[in-house]
């Protein structure tokens, strides 16, 4: 069974891949060549700037420019890029800002400074195994100077550059241990928003989540992929006489009955089955790729496992009523789906009443 955190993780990592922040990237990109650009045109005209040719700098700054305007603007589509496919892009184009550096002075460039732009940006957005390598590409092309400026070491480059490039290991390592901390405190505030305290499995909202977005898969193309065709189980379980073990036991005995129905549902589900606690005393199941036959096989083990739970010393193993329907034969929306599985349930549990009291939780209504 696949835990909360381990599900939250794949969701995050989805998120970072997904268009949408691909695409916001690209903005923030663009908008820090557009910045660079402008300050490199302006310096040209101020006192002391030592550059080459006037125009062959205002040419790479224009270029610049325009590359940073079509990231910004979306008419470069960073958001059709993988995360791997920018990060081997940015690996391209730091050596343009060396290129600025030996046209605008070299070791006396008024735009090396400019390189923590990238920095940042590298060490914020792409992942340690890309952040690493574009800080060490940065702090080479930041060195270059000491090749081809014979004059380097006289300006008193070189200090500055040990300077600078213990200066940029340190902000990649204060920046990947920031996004450390971060991405832990957003799966700790995930868990507790998506996961249910006494139980441990999900709650409604997570429930609600993950149910909508099988369903998506199942109803709308995202990108390249096309429908998903599998089929999908929603399946809800029902304590049965769980008042009656509250109103004998005590509330403290209801929890550790539903800790006991909880842990033993999760021992036959799947590892891509999802388990929620969605009320009181009801459970959901979310088992992707079960049909008709693989529900009713799943119902009954639930059933089973959670009849032979052991909640404590002179508690009553609790009996568990199960209905379950299947996507898309009992309903193609979130809602008639769950209605489906509840009239099965309520049949189920119609049939239990029926038997003077007795009730049989392994027995099951298809």
């Known amino acids: 069974m696949q835990t909360i955190p381990d599900q939250i993780a794949q969701a995050r990592a989805a998120f970072a891949e997904a268009p949408h922040e691909r695409a916001r990237m690209g903005r923030i990109s663009g908008v820090l060549w557009m910045f660079s650009a402008i300050v490199g045109m302006l310096d040209v005209f101020l006192p002391g700037s030592d550059h080459a040719s ?19 603007t979306g008419w470069i589509p960073w958001e059709k890029a993988t995360m791997n496919q920018l990060g081997a892009g940015m690996v391209v184009t730091i050596p343009v800002a060396g290129l600025a550096i030996y046209l605008t002075g070299g070791s006396l460039s008024y735009v090396e400074p400019l390189l923590v732009c990238s920095l940042l940006y590298a060490a914020f957005f792409f992942p340690e195994r890309w952040a690493w390598p574009l800080t060490i590409e940065l702090i080479a092309v930041a060195g270059a100077p000491l090749i081809y400026d014979p004059n380097a070491i006289d300006n008193a480059f070189l200090p500055r550059y040990v300077a600078l490039a213990i200066g940029f290991l340190a902000a990649t390592w204060v920046m990947v241990g920031l996004k450390k901390r971060l991405g832990d405190a957003e799966r700790r505030q995930r868990d507790f928003a998506n996961s249910d305290p006494l139980t441990g499995v999900g709650n409604r909202r997570f429930f609600d989540t993950t149910m909508k977005r099988e369903l998506e ?36 005995a209801g929890d550790l009955v539903l800790q006991a129905a909880a842990s033993q549902a999760l021992s036959v589900l799947r590892s891509t089955d999802t388990l929620a606690r969605i009320g009181g005393d009801e459970f959901a199941i979310i088992a992707p790729g079960a049909h008709g036959d693989g529900a009713a096989r799943m119902a009954e083990s639930v059933s089973a496992a959670v009849a032979g739970a052991e909640p404590g010393e002179d508690i009553p193993a609790p009996g568990a009523s199960v209905g379950w329907a299947v996507f898309p034969d009992d309903g193609q929306d979130f809602e008639t789906l769950l209605r489906s599985a509840d009239e099965r349930l309520m049949r189920l549990k119609r049939v239990s009443w029926r038997d003077d009291g007795n009730v049989d939780s392994a027995r099951l209504v298809g």
């Open 54 to 72: 006037t125009p062959i700098v205002l040419a790479l700054a224009a270029a610049i420019f325009l590359y940073g305007l079509g990231s910004a």
């Open 217 to 252: 898969r199942r109803t709308r193309p995202f990108g390249r992929r096309g429908l998903d065709s599998s089929p999908l189980a929603l399946l809800i379980a029902d304590l049965d006489d769980f008042k009656g073990v509250n109103d004998r036991y005590g509330h403290q």
